[in-house]
């Protein structure tokens, strides 16, 4: 029996897609925009605050609602209803990334009839996305098509970690989520420098990322630096770099020195956990070990600097 799909969160669409789903999907985030046609969908949710501007523009905004207590994103209620989903799929992860479970919930309380299936994600390393592919597919009917899936990633995740783990240089890596004020990326970030034959700085696997500070990255001193902001694409990262570059001792740390220092698309990869992780986890082992992988990601989803 065919449903009817609304997801409320990037990643969760590419899951739905993945699973074979895709034309069960009848509405999506503001956000979505993977794979290809999702855009063509009616949009539930928007952003409360401009999300234009530098990452100190956008930080100062989200810090002032933090203050006032909003939440960060609306659901558009009215439009929801009229599509009348049988699946509704948001997040419990972070509550300033997305359109959060609460958030839906309060919706669906005020729900006529028989209210939508609410399946929450809420991801925080590798594993949490393997299970969060099979919470997905069960709640579509799909359990056998999400086991499949999920051991497929798991296969490709561990052919690239074999690879990388023959490479003669284990470089110590900061993964950089947030430029103004820095963040060093967390969840399931760290597990990925590390499958990808590195050491991991300043955050720790399974654990929301932290803010840092920038004597924090001095005193580490990393052998390798990639930057990827949380929503940004590449183009928006590098217009956000002087606030990086321009920092006391950028060209003295050892990652500047050797040229080991990129910027890749975070909206896109780093920060959606879902399928494509593969794929972020192909970037780290490319930008990392170039002697070893050549997955074509250079130029394309990374750009070194």
Same mark, same amino acid.
């Given at each position: 029996?065919?449903?009817?799909?609304?997801?409320?969160?990037?990643?969760? =669409?590419?899951?739905?897609?993945?699973?074979?789903?895709?034309?069960?999907?009848?509405?999506?985030?503001?956000?979505?925009?993977? !794979?290809?046609?999702?855009?063509?969908?009616?949009?539930?949710?928007?952003?409360?605050?401009?999300?234009?501007?530098?990452?100190? &523009?956008?930080?100062?905004?989200?810090?002032?609602?933090?203050?006032?207590?909003?939440?960060?994103?609306?659901?558009? *209620?009215?439009?929801?209803?009229?599509?009348?989903?049988?699946?509704?799929?948001?997040?419990?992860?972070?509550?300033?990334?997305?359109?959060?479970? &609460?958030?839906?919930?309060? *919706?669906?309380?005020?729900?006529?009839?028989?209210?939508?299936?609410?399946?929450?994600?809420?991801?925080?390393?590798?594993?949490?996305?393997?299970?969060?592919?099979?919470?997905?597919?069960?709640?579509?009917?799909?359990?056998? +098509?999400? +086991?499949?899936?999920? =051991?497929?990633?798991?296969?490709?995740?561990?052919?690239?970690?074999?690879?990388?783990?023959?490479?003669? #240089?284990?470089?110590?890596?900061?993964?950089?989520?947030?430029?103004? !004020?820095?963040?060093?990326?967390?969840?399931?970030?760290?597990?990925?420098?590390?499958?990808?034959?590195?050491?991991?700085?300043?955050?720790?696997?399974?654990?929301?990322? /932290?803010?840092?500070?920038?004597?924090?990255?001095?005193?580490? &001193?990393?052998?390798?630096?990639?930057?990827? !902001?949380?929503?940004?694409?590449?183009?928006?990262?590098?217009?956000?770099? /002087?606030?990086? =570059?321009?920092?006391?001792? #950028?060209?003295?740390?050892?990652?500047?020195? $050797?040229?080991?220092? +990129?910027?890749?698309?975070?909206? $896109?990869?780093?920060?959606?956990?879902?399928?494509?992780?593969?794929?972020?986890?192909?970037?780290?082992?490319?930008?990392?070990?170039?002697? *070893?992988?050549?997955?074509?990601?250079?130029?394309?989803?990374?750009?070194?600097?």
């Amino acid at each position: 029996m065919s449903l009817r799909i609304a997801s409320l969160l990037p990643s969760a =669409t590419e899951i739905v897609a993945a699973l074979g789903a895709f034309d069960e999907l009848i509405a999506r985030s503001h956000e979505c925009d993977f !794979p290809e046609g999702v855009e063509r969908l009616p949009v539930l949710t928007e952003a409360k605050i401009d999300a234009s501007g530098s990452s100190a &523009d956008i930080h100062a905004r989200m810090e002032s609602a933090a203050r006032e207590a909003l939440s960060v994103y609306r659901v558009d *209620v009215e439009h929801m209803r009229r599509l009348a989903p049988d699946v509704v799929v948001t997040q419990a992860q972070c509550e300033v990334c997305a359109v959060s479970e &609460d958030d839906v919930r309060a *919706v669906l309380a005020g729900w006529d009839g028989a209210a939508p299936r609410l399946v929450s994600l809420k991801a925080e390393n590798l594993a949490g996305v393997y299970d969060d592919i099979r919470a997905v597919a069960e709640a579509l009917g799909r359990a056998e +098509a999400g +086991a499949a899936a999920a =051991t497929a990633m798991e296969d490709r995740v561990r052919r690239i970690a074999l690879a990388a783990s023959d490479a003669t #240089w284990k470089p110590r890596v900061l993964l950089v989520e947030w430029i103004e !004020p820095l963040m060093a990326g967390g969840n399931w970030m760290p597990e990925l420098v590390e499958l990808a034959g590195a050491e991991n700085l300043l955050s720790e696997a399974g654990k929301h990322s /932290p803010w840092i500070a920038w004597e924090d990255i001095r005193a580490a &001193d990393p052998d390798a630096i990639l930057v990827a !902001p949380c929503g940004f694409d590449i183009a928006r990262s590098l217009a956000d770099m /002087p606030a990086l =570059t321009s920092r006391p001792g #950028w060209g003295d740390l050892a990652a500047v020195r $050797a040229g080991r220092v +990129a910027v890749a698309d975070g909206n $896109a990869y780093f920060n959606r956990p879902g399928p494509r992780l593969v794929e972020t986890l192909e970037i780290l082992a490319e930008f990392l070990h170039p002697e *070893v992988f050549d997955f074509g990601h250079v130029g394309s989803t990374f750009q070194r600097l």
